[in-house]
């Protein structure tokens, strides 16, 4: 199995505090990737990592920030949640984002 | 844009028969692979299976098999004797060249009944 964690594992907060979500790595993976995945819509691209500093958006990336200043290390955070923002996030890693990605055990986040 | 479509919600299949799960996608690349990801229900995301659009034989993986036809645009999942603990949400996605991101379709939950 690829050695992804994800902390913390469960966060209830509430709404208008800032929250960061932290994925680690051991496999030396160049790419990283946050998901959110709701009922109804799957798994949706929140932002990606291509290397260390060099991040894109995704899909759904409006209210969400992240940074990677370490290959092992992807932090997403959100700066004022929201309601909307209640999902499970998943981190995932490839090392050529060409093929398949691995994923984290994702993170309950409840806003309220 | 690229797009998956997984028509069916919900499947009920008995133990031991072989079950195939749809997906159809959308892309103008001609340079693109279909993944098949499966998730329990303790919530985690397992790589099942890899095709790439050029690969010319159908991807298998134990009791897995990805029957790809490449002019329907469909990338169907097959499970062969299918077990209990093959009752899940099983995902298909996509990539194109290029794009390093995966796009997934809504799923579809299988429930194997003894």
């Known amino acids: 199995d690829a050695g992804i964690t994800q902390s913390p594992r469960h966060k209830v907060t509430e709404t208008g505090t800032p929250v960061t979500l932290r994925c680690h790595q051991t496999e030396n993976h160049r790419y990283m990737y946050w998901y959110r995945q709701d009922p109804g819509h799957g798994l949706r691209l929140i932002h990606y990592s291509y290397g260390v500093k060099d991040t894109d958006k995704g899909e759904v990336s409006d209210g969400y920030s992240v940074s990677r200043s370490k290959t092992e290390d992807f932090l997403l955070t959100l700066e004022s949640a929201t309601s909307s923002q209640t999902s499970v996030y998943f981190c995932a890693i490839s090392s050529t984002g060409l093929h398949e990605q691995y994923f984290g055990p994702g993170t309950r986040l409840t806003v309220t | 844009a690229q797009k998956i479509t997984q028509t069916q919600p919900g499947m009920f299949v008995q133990e031991k028969e072989a079950v195939t799960l749809d997906c159809t996608y959308d892309?103008?690349?001609?340079?693109?692979?279909l993944f098949w990801y499966k998730q329990p229900s303790s919530g985690e995301m397992i790589f099942l299976i890899y095709?790439?659009?050029?690969?010319?034989q159908n991807a298998t993986e134990g009791r897995y098999s990805l029957n790809f036809q490449k002019a329907r645009k469909s990338a169907n999942l097959v499970i062969s004797a299918s077990q209990l603990g093959d009752s899940a949400m099983y995902f298909c996605a996509m990539n194109v060249q290029g794009a390093q991101k995966l796009v997934f379709g809504q799923g579809t939950r299988l429930t194997i009944n003894p």
């Open positions: 892309t103008s690349d001609p340079s693109y692979g």
């Open positions: 095709q790439g659009s050029y690969d010319q």
